[in-house]
């Protein structure tokens, strides 16, 4: 039946972008939902009543219902490493017993974030937020978001372990007055452990007579935590169910609960748990996880789409992109299926992306007048994150949805070097506003909506196995040097350690 489907979807003529608005005036509403302050509009898009019902059977057919259920109900939907992904059960959905353990985790925290405001931990001005991959995007881009309107610390986060990074982040910090909180699920990774060895040492070298007792542990390994040093008591635990690019809503999220307060943070969790009851109850033709997916499938498998490039118009989104390619592409760049067959099609297209209005002075050409087919989104906010005059927002706002309206219509011309083709697919996400609870709804969309994408690829998108390799031959460089390697890597390491 599958196949079958599959077959149909690909057999129907690619219906007319241009002129898909005067076949079928209703389009707009039936192509546009709204959920949590969010209003998606995919209207822009190749979809047909038609299309997308055979999309949304697809769907179905591919076990949507009962995958997306068992991913709700704590089953081990992570075949190969047998465990659940319960990152909805920090916001509340979830089984009554993960809901009750993520909320006693978080009470754990809260409890932490009210001791520091209340100075157990001496006079704190500075957070240092020590991780990488899921351990630091998440956090990094709700600061950049959010801490605009004032954070009652300064946080910096550090990522990579070149010391160019920790330099940065410290330069202005007095190691007196720093809190530095160490993010790490398996709290092992080598980067994140180089890091806080460093800053243990900078807050030694600065006078601080006990640097540990200045370090909190997030982590899902609370017994490597206190291996390394840490106080029993300022390490704030997560769930091992909790993937680590799914894992801002768990303590990873701490500075944001500190810096920007309890209520923020619960905001958040409010705003995902929104779009998570919405993914979950709504029906297949209103649900905007279900639907985004299965116009993401269609232009990836069907049309050969390699990239999709998202382009959000506000500043405070401007992290927005990094943060979904670890999310998309560590969680469906596979070629395996579930049942252990190589995939029948290409998995994840590259996430890539930018702000608006800056990437049309800069990579816009190639998405009006490029080989490539390039489905955009568009990601804006109908309130301004600033004091200036609204003139600013009018033309940032003006400018976005002039571009989508120019990859739709494309203009003739008798020059071909003038002329736009047009016919080019884009989806609007119109926030309300950026606050925490509507950037907790659109992140949640997209958790969804890529494990939708999963569902139609058939693919186990909680593993990452792709990063082990590299992090194995790294380790072995380390220890052994240039030992058993082709030339060129031999030689690059005699050039650079002699
Ligand atoms: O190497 C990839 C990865 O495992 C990511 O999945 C993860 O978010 C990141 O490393 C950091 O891992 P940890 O939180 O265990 O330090």
């Given amino acids: 039946m599958t196949e079958t489907r599959w077959n149909a ?3 129907m003529q690619q219906p007319d972008l241009k002129a898909l608005f005067n076949i079928d005036p209703d389009r707009l509403d039936w192509l546009t939902t709204s959920v949590g302050g969010l209003r998606f509009d995919w209207s822009k898009t190749h979809m047909t009543r038609e299309l997308l019902g055979e999309l949304l059977a697809l769907a179905e057919d591919r076990g949507f219902t009962a995958r997306r ?62 991780g990488i991959g899921g351990s630091a995007l998440g956090p ?32 202005y910090f007095d190691p007196e007055t720093t809190l530095v909180a160490v993010a790490s699920k398996t709290f092992t990774t080598a980067e994140t452990m180089q890091n806080a060895r460093s800053v243990i040492e900078w807050m030694t070298d600065g006078g601080v007579e006990d640097p540990y007792g200045r370090i909190i542990a997030l982590t899902a390994a609370p017994e490597k935590a206190v291996e390394w040093g840490v106080d029993e008591t300022r390490i704030l635990p997560f769930s091992e169910t909790v993937g ?64 999709r490039g998202l382009f959000a118009y506000d500043e405070r989104l401007r992290l927005l992109a990094d943060y979904l390619q670890q999310l998309e592409m560590e969680s ?47 990601i804006a906010s109908i309130e301004q994150g600033h004091g200036f005059d609204t003139a600013h927002h009018q033309m940032l706002l003006i400018n976005c949805f002039a571009q989508g309206a120019a990859l739709m219509q494309g203009r003739e011309s008798d020059d071909p070097a003038r002329a736009y ?53 790294a380790n072995s460089i380390a220890q052994d040097g240039p030992k058993d390697f082709d030339p060129s890597t031999e030689a690059l390491i005699k050039l650079a350690f002699g």
């Fill in 69 to 130: 259920d068992a991913l709700f109900s704590g089953a081990a939907v992570n075949i190969t490493e047998g465990r659940a992904a319960e990152h909805g059960a920090e916001r509340g959905e979830g089984t009554a017993d993960s809901v009750a353990r993520a909320k006693m985790l978080h009470n754990r925290m809260r409890g932490l974030v009210d001791a520091i405001d209340a100075g157990a931990l001496g006079e704190v001005r500075h957070i240092v937020h020590i």
């Fill in 9 to 11: 979807i690909t057999a």
């Fill in 421 to 473: 083709p047009g016919g080019r697919p884009s989806t609007t996400i119109l926030m309300d506003d950026v606050t925490p609870a509507e950037l907790g709804a659109l992140l949640a969309f997209y958790e969804n909506r890529t494990f939708a994408n999963a569902v139609l690829m058939e693919i186990n998108p909680f593993d990452q196995f792709g990063v082990e390799l590299g992090k194995q031959i």
């Fill in 332 to 378: 469906n760049g596979k070629s395996v299926k579930l049942d252990g067959t190589l995939v029948d099609g290409p998995t994840a297209p590259i996430t890539w992306g930018g702000v608006g209005t800056d990437a049309q002075h800069a990579v816009f050409q190639l998405l009006h007048q490029g080989t490539h087919l390039v489905p955009v989104e568009f």
């Fill in 140 to 171: 990094k881009m709700l600061m950049d978001a959010l801490s605009r309107d004032g954070s009652r610390y300064d946080v910096a986060v550090v990522s990579n372990v070149d010391g160019c990074a920790l330099e940065e982040a410290v330069r």
């Fill in 244 to 307: 680590g690019r799914y894992s801002l809503w768990s303590s990873i999220g701490f500075p944001v609960a500190l810096a920007l307060g309890w209520d923020a943070f619960e905001s958040l969790l409010e705003g995902a748990a929104i779009m998570d009851r919405h993914f979950r109850l709504s029906p297949p033709e209103k649900n905007a996880p279900l639907i985004a997916a299965c116009i993401d499938h269609y232009y990836v498998r069907a049309l050969g789409a390699q990239t």
